[in-house]
């Protein structure tokens, strides 16, 4: 729980570093966020349905209505947003790589793999030119 906190803490940081634990605790903390606000959403009705007026047919809106995401989940997403980017940007720099790395997520597949496959990587180990080593940072609280 403390490297989630940490994480919403340093939501507008996009300058130090994350290790590896403190990256994918988030996004599982966000991954089970996502599934309780989708679960909320079908309490309140919010699900797949087949009718969709001719407004709603085309579109992003349309693929999010009709694939049951309500209001709830919307919300949720959109708070995580900021703060994802500051950890993805901060985990980055642990691995001695630039923030703007991030924009290779925009490649379908290849540049999403590839963003995966950077966040598996151990962080370096002692300061680098993004700061202190988190992990003894960590270690002295």
């Known amino acids: 729980m403390y490297w989630v906190l940490h994480s919403f803490r ?43 007026t001719e407004h709603e047919r085309y579109g992003f809106w349309a693929i999010w209505y009709f694939s049951g995401h309500g209001p709830v989940l919307a919300m949720f997403l959109f708070a995580m ?17 630039r923030g703007w790395w991030i924009l290779v997520g925009l490649v379908p597949f290849l540049g999403w793999f590839t963003l995966l496959f950077f966040m598996l990587f151990g962080g370096t180990h002692g300061p680098n030119r ?12």
Not at 17 to 40: H, I
């Open 10 to 52: 340093h939501c507008l940081d996009f300058t130090s570093r994350s290790p590896r634990r403190e990256y994918w605790l988030f996004m599982v903390f966000v991954l089970l966020g996502a599934l309780m606000a989708t679960m909320a959403d079908f309490l309140i009705g919010y699900g797949p349905t087949d009718e969709l």
């Open 81 to 97: 947003v900021l703060p994802t980017i500051a950890v993805t940007f901060r985990r980055l720099h642990d691995i001695d790589f």
């Open 130 to 141: 993004f700061g202190p080593d988190p992990m003894k940072h960590a270690d002295a609280t």
